[in-house]
């Protein structure tokens, strides 16, 4: 089948809903492969592109961005646009872009050079959580417990660095987990050769981290942060409680869909800053303060599906509450038909029936 959206295909990925949702409603589709050398010359025929590239891929962090700034420019409509995945997986971009715009934020400070961070640690307060600019599920999160261990991280930052790659073991118990549901040790321990040699190999791309050093003040007091998924115009929540004895949420599993437990003030804040971002799509983590104000601590267009899919419904801007589950990917896939059919360029909406 041909047509005018193209869909990159990565099995595993939202894509594999994106091309069962086209086969469903006959919407003509291409798949198409965005590392491709002439993904341009491929596009310009097209009106529109799916691909959800992510972080853990070396390639897609290096070239994403600049195809996707690339397609936007011959008018191709993409997900996500370059306003909505600029400052994915970088959490400095992030700080500016939300300070900005003046979002709550919490209090954020990086630095580039090793004497100007050395002097700041000597006045802050602390505890305070360093972090790398990239990562996810806490793999780059930690606790800076006093003032001799963040000159300790902000030595390191300007030396040997970080590598942001999680090593084997990080994971290890979660994957143990997850394969024990699945009645899938043995696969797990057959695939641990593979696993091992991709880690090692991203560690090799990626590089290290190093040249700033991120620090952000630590909001105590919370057993749980709060996850709000905006797309278009609808908000989807859950929360996360943190690891036993541990501060740190994303990454546990520990998913609890308790619409009361979501303070309200945290969509309202997730709808505003993802329209004043022009973002198609923002996931956001927020933490409470101890006048329990949401602070922001991170953004992302990328999501596990499964987790907003089994969210019991979903709010719109002005708060009203729609039962019912939707996949996420269907959403995404929804909204960008609806903005091809609003433009009348290039005999639209020929590939929508
Ligand atoms: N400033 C902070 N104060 C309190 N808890 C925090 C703070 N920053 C992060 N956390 C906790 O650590 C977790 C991971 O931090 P986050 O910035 O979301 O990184 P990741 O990209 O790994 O998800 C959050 O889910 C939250 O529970
Ligand atoms: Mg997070």
Redesign the pocket.
Known sequence: MTGQVAIHRREGSFSDRWIAYCEQQGIAYKVVNCLDSDIIKQLSSLHALLWHWVHVDPREQLMARDVIAAAEAMDVKVFPSTSTCWHFDN?IAQKYLLEAIGAPL?PTYVFYDLKEALSWIDRASFPK?F?LRR???????RLAHSAAEARALAERAFSSGFSPVPHYGQDALKRYRAAKRQGDLLNVVKRIPRVLATIQDNKRTMGRERGYVYF?????G?DF?TRVTVIGDRAFTYT?N?RPGD?????SGDVVYDTGRINRKCVEIAFDVTRKVGSQSMAF?F?LGEQQQPFI??VSYCYISHLVHSCPGYWDDRLNWYEGHIWPQDAILIDLLNDLLQSKEKGWPACIP
């Open positions: 959490k919490v959580v972090k990562g996810a599920g806490s793999s780059n999160v952000q003040d630590f909001i105590p919370n942060d996360r943190v501060f740190r949420a994303s990454g983590d933490v601590l991170e």
